[in-house]
């Protein structure tokens, strides 16, 4: 989150990232904050006040008391000066309540280098890998290939589920295992300590990495004990560090983790419904670095490219692009988007996002360091990107890697963890 100071003293950085945004809602908000938090400072200077009145009237009591005289109307005014006291300390709770939840109303302060633009037909290209193959026949979807060759089943995850959901047989099955412990493996190179995390997080995890409270609509919950879901494995293993001191020597920490993710999808219905590439659960091997803020930029740059490395290794074509202002996330202050390409579209897909948060989610999950120049507590920053979402893999590998016969072939890197002909 972005503290108050920032909101009131550095109003112009924040309106000029709201508007490259195009957040006019937070932008409204703006002067709430600063009307709100000059209450906040007018109640705690009266109720200093006040208290500074009734420790005097307590050095008058003593000395009253030691002259013989009578201490009544001292004791009267200070009983007075105390329920005003506790009226002013009931509407400071009100107002600090208040201002909490303005502030958490407010996304990160977008990086210089993110591009103004309103939608994703703004983000701007930086690289492309690879050659689209070239093919002698029509390519066909991936839905179109799993369910001829009898290996995806959406029909029957309908009726065992709803829809967004899908039955994975057979050599889908085993090729989605295989893709996760390629990419664990492949990120244990790069580095990275594994982590197999908790499934179900708390209220207070959520609102560490940003989803809550604004996003609640995105996530699923179980009521009974007000639990959610996991929407990625960024959610627990950021948390895993929450409200811990570290020390800048043990910086940077980089960790990737497998989990089933799960998404409502509030909101994107009639859009991207057909196949694996907006399931309400999926797979997902994701990787995340608790950082100094020097470290930040380069560790954001490097772990991009370890998730590049993953499509580069399965020879898979794709790009990666700069999101614009419009299209970055509520957390994030710059994107890269991986996007793989798609032959039976034509065009590139999300396959990763790989984002750099800055101190906007270690304010509100309070992970810091100790710096070794000053001693003092500082926040860390906190960076996180899929590498990648493996259910979008598969998609890619069965498209990218289709026979005229309806079958398709798998990249000689996974050969080792699948043997078995598709």
Same mark, same amino acid.
């Given at each position: 989150?972005?503290?108050?100071?920032?909101?009131?003293?550095?109003?112009?950085?924040?309106?000029?990232?709201?508007?490259?945004?195009?957040?006019?809602?937070?932008?409204?908000? %703006?002067?709430?904050?600063?009307?709100?938090?000059?209450?906040?400072?007018?109640?705690?200077?009266?109720?200093?006040?006040?208290?500074? &009145?009734?420790?005097?009237?307590?050095?008058?009591?003593?000395?009253?008391?030691?002259?013989?005289?009578?201490?009544?109307?001292? *004791?009267?005014?200070?009983?007075?000066?105390?329920?005003?006291?506790?009226?002013?300390?009931?509407?400071?709770?009100?107002?600090?309540?208040?201002?909490?939840?303005?502030?958490?109303?407010?996304?990160?302060?977008?990086?210089?280098?993110?591009?103004?633009?309103?939608?994703?037909?703004?983000?701007?290209?930086?690289?492309?890998?690879?050659?689209?193959?070239?093919?002698?026949?029509?390519?066909?979807?991936?839905?179109?290939?799993?369910?001829?060759?009898?290996?995806?089943?959406?029909?029957?995850?309908?009726?065992?589920?709803?829809?967004?959901?899908?039955?994975?047989?057979?050599?889908?099955?085993?090729?989605?295992?295989?893709?996760?412990?390629?990419? *664990?493996?492949?990120?244990?190179?790069?580095?990275?300590?594994?982590?197999?995390?908790?499934?179900?997080?708390?209220?207070? &995890?959520?609102?560490?990495?940003?989803? %809550?409270?604004?996003?609640?609509?995105?996530?699923?919950?179980?009521?009974?004990?007000?639990?959610?879901?996991?929407?990625?494995?960024?959610?627990?293993?950021?948390?895993?560090?929450?409200?811990?001191?570290?020390?800048?020597?043990?910086?940077?920490?980089?960790?990737?983790?497998?989990?089933?993710?799960?998404?409502?999808?509030?909101?994107?219905?009639?859009?991207?419904?057909?196949?694996?590439?907006?399931?309400?659960?999926?797979?997902? $091997?994701?990787?995340?670095?608790?950082?100094?803020?020097?470290?930040?930029?380069?560790?954001?740059? %490097?772990?991009?490219?370890? &998730?590049?490395?993953?499509?580069?290794?399965?020879?898979?074509?794709?790009?990666?692009? %700069?999101?614009?202002?419009? =299209?970055?996330?509520?957390?994030?202050?710059?994107?890269? =988007?991986?996007?793989?390409?798609?032959?039976?579209?034509?065009?590139?897909?999300?396959?990763?996002?790989?984002?750099?948060?800055?101190?906007?989610?270690?304010?509100? &999950?309070?992970?810091?360091?100790?710096?070794?120049?000053?001693?003092?507590?500082?926040?860390?920053?906190?960076?996180?990107?899929?590498?990648?979402?493996?259910?979008?893999?598969?998609?890619?590998?069965?498209?990218?890697?289709?026979?005229?016969?309806?079958?398709?072939?798998?990249?000689? $890197?996974?050969?080792?963890?699948?043997?078995?002909?598709?």
């Amino acid at each position: 989150m972005l503290d108050v100071k920032t909101l009131t003293t550095n109003a112009e950085e924040v309106k000029q990232s709201l508007a490259k945004r195009q957040n006019t809602a937070a932008l409204e908000l %703006l002067s709430s904050v600063t009307q709100v938090d000059n209450k906040r400072r007018e109640l705690i200077q009266k109720v200093e006040a006040l208290k500074a &009145a009734r420790n005097q009237a307590s050095q008058e009591i003593v000395k009253v008391k030691k002259a013989g005289g009578d201490d009544a109307p001292i *004791l009267q005014e200070m009983k007075r000066v105390a329920g005003e006291i506790k009226l002013l300390d009931d509407e400071l709770v009100k107002v600090e309540e208040s201002l909490s939840k303005l502030v958490y109303e407010f996304p990160n302060i977008l990086d210089l280098s993110v591009p103004a633009g309103k939608s994703s037909e703004e983000n701007v290209e930086v690289r492309r890998w690879g050659t689209p193959r070239k093919f002698t026949f029509t390519p066909k979807p991936h839905d179109e290939i799993g369910e001829k060759l009898g290996i995806l089943d959406f029909k029957k995850a309908g009726e065992v589920t709803g829809a967004r959901f899908c039955f994975l047989k057979g050599q889908a099955a085993r090729l989605e295992r295989a893709l996760i412990q390629f990419m *664990l493996d492949t990120h244990l190179d790069h580095g990275y300590e594994e982590m197999i995390p908790p499934f179900l997080v708390n209220r207070k &995890a959520l609102i560490g990495t940003g989803q %809550l409270p604004k996003f609640e609509e995105d996530v699923f919950r179980i009521e009974k004990f007000d639990f959610f879901l996991i929407p990625t494995a960024e959610v627990p293993v950021t948390n895993y560090h929450r409200e811990e001191i570290l020390e800048e020597a043990n910086l940077p920490r980089s960790y990737v983790a497998y989990t089933p993710c799960f998404r409502s999808e509030a909101g994107s219905y009639g859009k991207d419904t057909k196949g694996l590439k907006r399931q309400h659960q999926f797979n997902k $091997v994701e990787l995340v670095k608790i950082v100094t803020p020097e470290q930040s930029e380069k560790e954001h740059e %490097l772990l991009t490219g370890h &998730a590049e490395k993953i499509l580069q290794k399965l020879e898979l074509p794709y790009r990666v692009v %700069l999101l614009c202002g419009g =299209d970055t996330g509520f957390s994030s202050r710059k994107t890269y =988007d991986i996007e793989v390409y798609s032959p039976a579209t034509q065009g590139f897909m999300e396959i990763s996002s790989c984002s750099n948060f800055g101190d906007f989610q270690a304010r509100r &999950a309070g992970i810091r360091y100790r710096s070794s120049a000053t001693g003092r507590p500082q926040f860390c920053h906190t960076l996180n990107g899929s590498g990648l979402a493996v259910g979008r893999t598969l998609m890619a590998i069965m498209e990218n890697y289709q026979q005229e016969d309806g079958t398709f072939t798998i990249p000689e $890197v996974l050969k080792p963890y699948f043997k078995a002909k598709i």
